[in-house]
């Protein structure tokens, strides 16, 4: 980009609004084409004569800024007029606000600013530029503050139509001046940006015991609320988010310090307000400054990435239908530019741990290969300037905060520097694409070659700090790490499949040398688990389903009929209630199923009490828990510090239904040949799932008759498949 970035000459107490005027060059005939290519250090929004430049929000997103700050590509032809003026408000976003639960905010600069070029072509060919330079102005905005975690405040007062017309510039601008940048950095997005997604009425409003008016959504979303208000000039609006509520009143402690919190002052005219430079992650909002009538009229607006809905689900138990349209609502809401853990608290960060294990559910769910291959790009370069460590979170920001003696430092750590190497390979599965894997197979293999310097002697990963089988429901509440499972045997179950899949990576891309170095480095993991870990009798150190069921699913025992038996009594002993974590839940369905213990399985899956999955769906949650019992049978919160109701990872039980109820699975990476495997049981009486795929959508659905499954599949046209039904031989199927 020709332009500079940007920023004012001195702080204006309120978002900046930056300014230029736009004269076009006479002579030259109509403008067929202007393109403006646009980023900024904070989050912006760009107008021509007032009239938004795309539908984009919370531009530029949140990259590792340090090494790729991304920029959108506008199509602005519509919008130019012989006369136009271009302003662009820019907000704290990640670059300036508070980020991280342990505090700190403008860890990537203190100063925001803007960098744009829009080039300008005429019918004979001339083209016209304009770049952002010391030209320009910047001037206070209605904005007076903003952050992500605490809300915004708009005072009405401050708007001005001249602002947006040429000739009727404000008194009140400054001089800009240029800002020391490396313009190096800048890259286009790989995916698409965060729109807004959908518009949510009210389903309830009511006054609290305390005589508060609170919203219900009916939804637990992310996103902000909008609405149009008459009241006095400086009279103010507010308004509080939360996930749930307590004792009748919102539950705003599981935020922590997030304020999340919106003002708004009005101008003594009709105002209308869309706080969009903030976000809440929310189901109710309590409202001051506006009356009961006037609230049922506010509008939840949600937002995310622009993903294509590709795959769906239903079946016969509405129950596990609202289970799966919970975890589709926390992918939406998690999927804000980045893949996070949750949207609401003062935390949001990108923990590789949570996408290591949800991407499969969600490369089914919706299109996320450009989505994650973003991710991926700021994750290698993370790792690069690391030394090859992954670090926790992607951006790693918590490089920035100060050392915590209760936090561990940063290492290589199973199942979170895992992701590495298991999303890129979940995409090559879900899309058949083998780029993602050779654009990020050195980042795969610095992961594998790092963890193997960190073995100890005996051949095992049971070294450093690990997170382990994170949040076993047994684990004591703050100490969400003390988990049953050896974190030892759950790190080596870990860097054996790592290990593997980088040796399959290696030979797919023809790297023949790697793929025999990576080879025998499995084998010898797998050799080490076997003597250190497993016992003569089969018993695996721990004896707790989780070592086990990673075991199983990750091929690291000989005699799998033995270890899925002790899975399933370990279950049976359980009440079929979850016992695992992190680590253990995503696979403990799958190791079931493949040992021959379907009917445990579909026990485990439709246990409805507390630890399970459907007891969150009988206490009314629209989204997935971070925590089990994040809210008690009593109906008040748990009372731990770490308490969220919007965590996609425990959700990745949705890969199980979409592949053995559903019954739909890659053969081929692509699904370019597909099992269709349904597996009834648990009582359900009929299912369906479709997917659409690189070659098109797939469809299968079933019924049981005379209880025998009745299946109808839809294959794309050249596309091959297995259909495998119980008691009954394979059949070949074709598109």
Known sequence: MQGRMI??????????????????????????????????????????????????????????????????????????????????????????????????????????????????????????????????????????????????????????????????????????????????????????????QDVVAPQEVWLSPTGRILIDFGQNLVGWLRFTATGPAGSEIRIRHAEVLEHGELGARPLRDAQATDRFILSGAEDFFEPTMTFHGFRYAEITGLSLEEARRVEAVVVHTGLRRTGTFACSDDLLNQLHSNVVWSTKGNFLDLPTDCPQRNERLGWTGDIAVFAPSAAYLFDTGSFLADWLADLAAEQRAAGGLVPFVIPDVLKYLPDVPEFPTPDSTAFWSDAAVWVPWTLWQAYGDRAILASQYESMTAHVRRVETLLSPAGVWDTSFQFGDWLDPDAPPDNPAKAKADPGVVATAAFYRSATITAETAALLGRDQDAAEFGELAARIRAAFNEQYVSADGTIVSDCTTVYTLALVFGLVDDEAAAGRRLARLVAESGHRISTGFAGTPYILDALTRTGHLDVAYRLLLERGCPSWLYPVTMGATTIWERWDSMLPDGSINPGEMTSFNHYALGAVADWMHRVIGGIAPLEPGYSRVLIAPRPGGGLTWARAGLDTPHGRIEVSWRLVDGEPAVDVTLPAGVTGVLSLPGKEDMELSG
């Not at 505090?103 to 203190?110: H, I, K």
């Not at 947006?164 to 698409?192: C, I, M």
């Open 7 to 196: 920023t004012p000459v001195s702080e204006l107490g309120s978002a900046p609004l930056f300014r230029t005027e736009i004269t076009l060059d006479d002579g030259h005939g109509p403008v067929t084409t202007a393109t403006l290519r646009i980023s900024s250090l904070g989050v912006h929004e760009a107008r021509i004569d007032g009239q938004p430049v795309g539908d984009d929000v919370l531009s530029p997103g949140w990259s590792s800024y340090e090494h790729r700050l991304r920029y959108l590509t506008h199509d602005v032809t519509a919008l130019l007029n012989s006369r136009s003026v271009l302003t662009v408000l820019v907000g704290n976003g990640w670059h300036r606000g508070r980020l991280g639960f342990m505090g700190g905010r403008a860890f990537y600069g203190d100063r925001l600013g803007v960098i744009a070029d829009l080039e300008i072509t005429f019918a004979d060919g001339h083209r016209q530029t304009v770049v952002t330079d010391e030209t320009w102005t910047a001037g206070g905005s209605d904005v007076l503050a903003d952050d992500l975690y605490d809300g915004q405040t708009v005072d009405a007062r401050r708007r001005s139509a001249k602002w947006h017309v040429a000739g009727g510039e404000p008194e009140w601008f400054l001089p800009v001046k240029a800002l020391d940048f490396d313009a190096s950095v800048l890259t286009p997005y790989l995916s698409n940006p965060v729109t807004r």
